[in-house]
């Protein structure tokens, strides 16, 4: 089934009338499909050249994905512990997964050592306490802060010179005397610049200031560059251009090589752009409000589902799935949160009658995975519809859920 919206946007592969009838409401679906299909277009964009996908798996954790990603031969980029940890119970090897920490306890990072996955090495302490802790026994990549400004808002720039992340490329002299001092094997450079990042000119900068420190570290196998390619939210809207993106940089990585002496890894780390377009957050419009000052959709969701706009002021395209060839009408999309909780200001909707089901798009990347239970309130259902085939891939919450860690029944 099709459904679309004035025939600009549609959903395929899901009938959301049909999901939330077996499945209740509100409802996360994923469309294998379209991660298949991401995964494919990067992996053609970089013709010749020895690229590996290591999917930044905080934007979707859910066990089900992680095993897709695994067939379709994309490894693992994580964060925490947690997210090593299912990525090993989705059947990865450690040494398919990165451990890309950011500030942590070095236990962490020893333990992420100990399970046999590689680590991103972000601080200079870190540094030291590697090589004082395993000498040239363990192989690092160390994440460089390149001092780029880039990625769609403040919020999610990860690379310029005030960002956290990494260590700067400003201290690439303390870096190599801390390496040499304790003779750290480094097999790789990394860095991550942000995310929603639209044309090929940031990641180009950033490889190039990567391909020069890379001179100076003599034994690596890898280059990461990262992931934050920016993904379609609304009908028309500019992307990355994966093959221009990919022509440049596998030009730009090949001449690196030859310079450097010997052919290097190329890796990048999506999150977003794999998975972001695959996902629907499924809702009911519970109430319409025809206020003085504006119209409000309430639904029987908010930031506890789903708090990107809230957060950093993501757009969601949504679908009047109930009513796709309604009139026109200007709404608020609002949340049942109590406190200000607005998915989508002057939005234009076909009519929205209460009960009407609703899509948001572009649910698939950060949705889930930043969910909370604010509010008492459960967390939704997941489904994964991947090969004629939907299945229910985590199950609603229950209030038992979330009184399960409580002591004082
Ligand atoms: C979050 C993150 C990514 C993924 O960013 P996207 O914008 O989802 O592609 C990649 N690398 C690191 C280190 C990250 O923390």
Redesign the pocket.
């Known amino acids: 089934m099709q459904l679309s919206d004035q025939n600009t946007y549609s959903i395929q592969n899901i009938d959301p009338h049909h999901f939330t009838e077996k499945f209740g409401s509100p409802l996360y679906v994923y469309d294998g499909a379209t991660i298949r299909r991401k995964v494919q277009e990067l992996q053609h964009a970089f013709p010749g050249i020895n690229m590996k996908i290591k999917y930044?798996c905080?934007?979707n954790t859910n066990l089900s994905i992680l095993r897709l990603m695994r067939e379709i031969g994309v490894e693992l980029?994580v964060?925490s512990p947690g997210e090593l940890e299912m990525g090993l119970i989705a059947g990865y090897s450690a040494s398919q997964i990165t451990f890309?920490p950011s500030g942590v306890p070095f236990e962490e990072v020893r333990e992420a050592v100990d399970a046999g996955a590689i680590v991103n090495v972000d601080s200079i302490p870190l540094l030291e306490w590697f090589g004082q802790t395993y000498g040239n026994t363990k192989p690092c990549l160390i994440r460089i802060k390149p001092n780029v400004a880039a990625g769609g808002n403040a919020k999610?720039m990860?690379a310029h010179a005030d960002s956290k992340f990494g260590i700067s490329v400003l201290l690439l002299d303390q870096i190599l005397e801390v390496v040499k001092k304790y003779d750290i094997k480094i097999i790789g450079l990394h860095q991550?610049t942000?995310?929603?990042i639209k044309d090929a000119e940031p990641f180009l900068k950033v490889a190039d200031i990567l391909f020069e420190t890379a001179k100076h570290f003599p034994d690596l196998e890898i280059v990461d560059l990262?992931?934050?390619?920016k993904v379609s939210y609304l009908p028309g809207d500019q992307i990355t251009d994966m093959d221009l993106l990919g022509r440049k940089i596998s030009e730009r990585f090949k001449k690196f090589c030859s310079e450097y002496g010997r052919e290097l890894q190329l890796w990048f780390?999506?999150?977003?752009?794999l998975v972001s377009e695959s996902g629907y957050l499924l809702v009911n419009a519970t109430v319409v409000k025809e206020d003085p000052a504006r119209n409000f959709v309430h639904v029987n969701s908010g930031l506890n589902h789903l708090i990107r706009p809230m957060m950093y002021g993501s757009y969601h395209h949504i679908l009047n799935v109930s009513n796709p060839a309604g009139e026109p009408k200007t709404y608020n999309v609002v949340g049942y949160i109590c406190e200000t909780d607005t998915f989508a200001t002057d939005r234009t909707l076909p009519e929205v009658k209460a009960g009407d089901l609703l899509a948001f798009l572009n649910a698939g990347?950060?949705g889930f995975t930043m969910s909370s239970n604010y509010n008492a309130r459960q967390r939704p259902a997941e489904i994964l519809v991947d090969q004629a085939e939907a299945k229910l891939i985590r199950r609603r919450e229950t209030l038992e859920d979330l009184l399960k860690t409580q002591t004082d029944l």
Do not use: L, N
């Open positions: 930044a905080k934007a980029d964060v890309t999610i990860t991550h942000g995310s929603d990262g992931g934050g390619f780390e999506p999150g977003k752009f990347a950060y």
